[in-house]
């Protein structure tokens, strides 16, 4: 079955997926992600069932793509301190009768991304949060989004880095039309990996016409408020969800022009739009490349992705390295043993920190570039100086 069609095909069928360490937890009602992402150990690596290999680079890293400053920082523009911290207000019918019921905020900060690389609590302490989760999704299905949200958050609380949570929750403020809210997790979940396809999605609900009712709600809520980019952002979501993907490119570009800070929204255009209709970035110059002798490597690099991140990178020739960003001014360090062979240099961090791996070249004595793999082409990468 396709999805709520504005006009513009239904999309193709739906895989399995991975969600990082916790997707088993969700194996009995998540089908799959968007449009063929099938189960890799890395995002981005999935296909459409056309077989176009696409994914953006967070993708291929999860939240280790933010953390180590590759992107240049993480930024949710869809998260306000002062807007998440007032209880949340839901109108719903209650034995049939409308009620207002009021839900407390969820302290959790969606300005920073969702820590994909984290080691799940033991089954004894997740247990009992995935029993609430699926009295959410119990609840959810029968109408009472005050007690799904509460419920969400409850596991929330336990099991903070789940992805699917915080899409559901996301779900939820959908539902009852609290779109500034939704945006917001919504944003951190598809910074670090593709959304829920349409049979997990509709499979949530007991029909499809309630959740056209809400999809048509917000659409009339867009036509109202024209630059709600919030709005703009969670309907894009839904089309992407559905495998509308025109429709969506058109909201994602009118959320980029009015606001240029949604970087996500900007790479997702990128991501979906037809070949030849995505806004053209400048391309830079060539840079000359040469071969340089084994040994340049240990030392002191530095490297600038953004104006406010800075990367100090420290190579020691005993196999040790220490890589520290520096973003907004919070600084964050790294470190663990690196290995360098054909080409290929791989930064990977002690414990289960996780680690990064790409193409090293050389464009002088002083100044080498490093992007990682399942980036794509568009991706200029780091260039570290001394």
């Given amino acids: 079955m396709g999805g709520v069609d504005p006009g513009y095909g239904v999309g193709p069928p739906a895989y399995n997926n991975w969600r990082g360490a916790y997707w088993g937890n969700h194996q ?26 696409v994914g953006l680079s967070a993708w291929a890293l999860g939240s280790s793509f933010y953390n180590w400053g590759y992107s240049g920082g993480y930024s949710n523009p869809y998260y306000g301190e002062a807007v998440v911290a007032q209880p949340i207000v839901i109108e719903q019918m209650v034995a049939g009768e409308p009620q207002t019921l009021s839900v407390p905020p969820l302290a959790y900060d969606y ?59 996301g779900l ?27 049979t997990t999605m509709i499979g949530l609900y007991p029909s499809a016409d309630v959740y056209t009712a809400q999809l048509r709600a917000l659409e009339t809520y867009i036509k109202a408020n024209p630059t709600s980019t919030a709005g703009r952002f969670v309907v894009a ?24 800070q949604d970087t996500l929204s900007a790479q997702l255009v990128k991501q979906f739009a037809k070949p030849g209709t995505e806004p053209a970035t400048p391309t830079p110059p060539p840079t000359a490349e040469t ?8 030392g002191n690099w530095t490297a600038q992705p953004s104006k406010d991140t800075t990367i100090r990178l420290n190579v020691a020739n005993d196999g040790a390295f220490t890589w520290t960003v520096d973003s907004k001014g919070k ?14 240099l ?12 790409g193409r090293i070249v050389w464009q002088a004595d002083d100044k080498w570039n490093f992007r990682v793999f399942g980036s794509g082409s568009g991706d200029p990468g780091l260039t570290f100086t001394h």
């Fill in 291 to 298: 071969t340089v002798k084994p040994g340049r490597l240990p």
């Fill in 172 to 198: 939820v403020l959908f539902a009852v039309g609290k779109y500034d809210l939704a945006a917001g997790p919504l944003y951190a979940v598809l910074a670090v990996g593709p959304g829920w396809d349409w």
């Fill in 331 to 344: 600084p964050q360090q790294l470190a663990g043993k690196w290995t360098l062979g054909d080409d290929v």
């Fill in 237 to 260: 979501y839904h089309y992407l969800t559905q495998g509308h993907m025109d429709a969506a490119v058109a909201q994602l570009k009118e959320v980029v022009a009015l606001a240029p």
């Fill in 111 to 169: 300005s920073q991304p969702i820590d994909t690389q984290s080691t799940p609590p033991p089954a004894d302490v997740a247990d009992p949060a995935m029993a609430n989760f699926e009295s959410a999704r119990v609840a959810f299905r029968s109408g009472d989004f005050a007690g799904a949200l509460r419920l969400t958050d409850e596991a929330l609380k336990v099991l903070p880095n789940d992805a699917t949570l915080h899409e559901f929750r």
């Fill in 346 to 357: 791989t930064f990977a961090q002690s414990g289960e920190g996780g680690a990064l791996a």
């Fill in 28 to 53: 009995g009602w998540a089908n799959g992600y968007w449009h063929g992402y099938h189960n890799t150990n890395n995002w981005g690596w999935g296909r459409f069932a056309a077989g176009t290999a």
